[in-house]
């Protein structure tokens, strides 16, 4: 068993020249599942991180197709408004209908020859009949002495002496006879105007209803309503009576990046008159959905969650309805009736969010069509020319060696030789900060780019070289220590950064087997305690001929005062434990990452190339002596995507890796000797341990 030396890492694209991109290349998975969702008109959401171009490829997937684009009008009907669906063109053509029959209700249609005629007609004849009671009156009451006057108040008898009876019975007889003259004189002058009315508008009413048979009850309510107002002369209010025209034309696929209740559903504004507050249909504001009818309607998952609009999307969704949002309670007008919902609903998300929905079985019910974005694509020489033609698609001229720099990049963000990142939007960030400093974009221009990004974000790694090198930050890239390894983690955060750790181990006898002070002191999570029991199993089949472990080890990271997570230091860990049990040196100019199984087998980590960099630049920053390097799986090979400068320094002989996959590779790499003679010190000290913890050390 032998450590594999690594000797080449080179592993950097070509030059290759841009070829027009596919719309979904590299996301073919989710085009299939977008087009059996509009091929079975099913709701659906996107799902991947940010950067993957989901909604922007979904609004292009949309771009020239034909929705069918009805029309939708709010009709009003007394106290409540109904919706209406027309094709395209009816809705307004109902309106300009509706508004041309306004047009010809005006007070100019009852000043026409015919119609005055026959009201003077009707007026005369009653007030002829109503001048024939009173002259009747005036004679009887001339007779008795009295004379028949007319006040403000109504009409009197007056004379000398009380008045008498059969005479003011009939001063009463003629009031009320000449009332009801009165009275019916207006009664039939309202009827000739509703009459003469009717025979205007009714044809046209009737051809409305012929054009629009689902408008028939609001038509005629509208008819009744405009012959009432020409029978009492009163005002017509338009406001009360005429439709609403809320949604036409239009590419029907919204993208709605503030859907709030209010602009989702739609809602009623309101006014104040008079002191009142009152509503009409004029201020009723459509929303979102109302707007994307009979086509899709994009929405970002997180942002319908905060804006609280959730619930009612899901009811919306469910019954199949719009309901716009009524206003307060004391507005006076309309009550609305909901729409029909027509809209095909996309919801646009990062997996935690769409993983939070997906728990909620209503949701899985309500958007049946997953539609998933893979963060990665294979690397191919086709997806290279596919990313350079999206690229330039976006206004951004690349060189052939521009392009293969940014899918370096690419492939380093997937942190695999093999794969492409597939945020290709993040890309188009750097390729156009690129361009900032070589137009069109070569290598050069990406790597100042690279370059200015990494300084963004370098001052930590700076003054941790610094305590580096001034001492303040206890690491040894030289010589050899009994208990101590250089392990190796990663800082999480916008620019992830490796770096070396020393990990030390105290070792003696006892009963407690391996103590880790960084869980012992809430540091350690899950995992990396997970990593540590790991271990102990480790130690337990090895040396399980010496019965229970008469030892205990404790183990820490040194100068490491943030909480520590993960499996990645479990075999720098064990090494550090051999060490300290079997008192041999362990070599400081090798830095170890990989995590162990119980049977001693080596397995892959994350984030590997940036743990072999971080270790580089420490190397660096001391001194590199030509013996330095890293030990790391060997399944971790292919996550190589190093830097230039060190993929050199590989090649070169400055800087060495080596790849294991047993335990005594790396056993025989760190400790300098075989495996089999170090574990043979180990379970002599573990014996010896043992013979002190049964009290009989001094007799050996």
């Known amino acids: 068993m032998f450590p594999m030396r690594v000797a080449s890492v080179r592993w950097f694209t070509p030059p290759t020249r841009p070829r027009p991109a596919p719309l979904f290349f590299g996301q073919e998975r989710a085009l299939r599942a977008l087009e059996a969702a509009f091929l ?83 007026e005369s004849r009653h007030e002829r009949e109503a001048e024939a009671l009173l002259q009747a009156l005036a004679q009887e009451a001339k007779a008795h002495g009295f004379a028949l006057a007319e ?21 009463e007889e003629t009031v009320l006879a000449y009332v009801e003259v009165r009275q019916r004189a207006q009664a039939e002058v309202a009827a000739l105007r509703r009459s003469f009315a009717e025979r205007l508008l009714q044809p046209k009413v009737e051809g409305l209803k ?14 009744e309503s ?38 989702l559903f739609g809602h009623l504004e309101y006014e104040v008159r008079e002191g009142v507050l009152t509503t009409h249909l004029g201020l009723l504001r459509p929303g979102a959905l109302m707007r994307a009818a009979g086509g899709v309607l994009v929405l970002e998952a997180h942002r319908v969650l905060e804006l609280g609009s959730y619930p009612l999307l899901k009811r919306s969704l469910a019954t199949g309805e719009i309901e716009p949002l009524a206003p307060r309670p004391e507005v006076r007008g309309p009550r609305l009736q909901p729409a029909p919902l027509k809209a ?47 690229l330039e698609a976006q206004g951004v001229r690349l060189l052939p060696e521009g392009l293969a720099a940014l899918a370096d990049e690419a492939r380093r963000m997937a942190g695999h030789r093999e794969r492409l990142d597939a945020r290709i939007y993040r890309l188009l960030d750097l390729a156009r900060e690129a361009a900032r ?18 300084d963004r974000f370098a001052l930590e790694q700076e003054l941790f070289l610094k305590d580096v090198e001034e001492g303040v930050v206890a690491l040894e890239v030289t010589g050899e220590r009994v208990g101590e390894v250089n392990g190796l983690v990663v800082l999480e955060g916008p620019a992830p950064t490796g770096r070396p750790v020393r990990i030390t181990a105290q070792a003696g006898p006892g009963r407690e087997g391996i103590l880790s002070i960084d869980r012992e002191v809430g540091l350690g999570g899950q995992v990396f305690h997970k990593a540590v029991l790991t271990l102990a199993g480790y130690l337990r089949g090895t040396y399980a001929q010496l019965g229970a472990l008469s030892a205990t080890v404790s183990l820490v990271f040194e100068q490491s005062y943030g909480s520590l997570e993960g499996d990645s230091a479990g075999l720098a860990e064990l ?83 080596y790849a294991v996959e047993e335990v005594d590779e790396a056993v025989e ?28 050390g001094e007799k050996g």
């Open 575 to 657: 090494l550090a434990v051999l060490s300290a049990i079997s008192g041999l040196p362990l070599r400081q100019d090798l830095a170890v990452t990989g995590a162990i199984d119980q049977t001693g087998r080596v397995l892959a980590v994350g984030r590997v190339t940036e743990k072999v960099e971080g270790f580089f630049r420490v190397c660096q920053t001391l001194g590199l002596t030509g013996t330095q390097g890293v030990v790391l799986p060997k399944a971790n090979l292919p996550h190589l995507t190093l830097r230039r400068e060190v993929v050199e320094a590989v090649e070169e002989g400055v800087f060495h890796l």
């Open 437 to 454: 400093y070589q137009n069109p974009v070569g290598r050069e221009g990406v790597e100042q780019a690279l370059k200015a990004r990494e």
């Open 151 to 171: 006040e403000e108040g109504g009409f009197t008898l007056t004379g000398q002496g009380p008045l008498p009876p059969e005479l003011s019975a009939k001063l």
């Open 210 to 223: 012929a054009r629009f048979p689902e408008a028939a009850r609001y038509l005629d309510w509208l008819l």
């Open 344 to 390: 095909q609903v996309f919801l646009v998300g990062p997996p935690e969010v769409i993983a939070l929905l997906e728990e909620d079985e209503e949701f899985l019910e309500l958007f049946p069509f997953r539609v998933e974005f893979n963060p990665e694509m294979p690397y191919t020489e086709a997806h290279v020319a596919h990313l350079g033609g999206f």
């Open 669 to 696: 790499l760190l400790f300098g000797r075989r495996a089999y003679w170090v574990h043979e010190k180990v379970r002599e000290a573990l014996e010896h341990f043992q013979k002190l913890e049964n009290g009989d």
């Open 40 to 122: 079975h008109r099913g709701h659906g959401y996107l799902v991947g991180p940010s950067g993957l171009g989901k909604r922007a490829r979904l609004l292009a997937f949309l771009e020239g197709r034909a929705f069918p684009k009805e029309e939708l009008v709010y009709l009003p009907l007394g106290e409540e408004a109904f919706p209406l669906l027309l094709p395209e063109g009816e809705g307004r053509a109902l309106v300009e209908g509706v508004e041309a029959l306004f047009a010809e209700f005006t007070p100019g249609l009852f000043r026409e020859k015919g119609f005055l005629y026959a009201k003077n007609l009707v």
């Open 226 to 263: 405009l012959l009432r107002a020409a029978a009492l002369e009163e005002e017509v209010e338009g406001e009360a009576l005429l439709p609403r025209l809320l949604v036409e034309g239009g590419t029907r696929v919204v993208y709605e990046p503030n859907p709030t209740p209010e602009r």
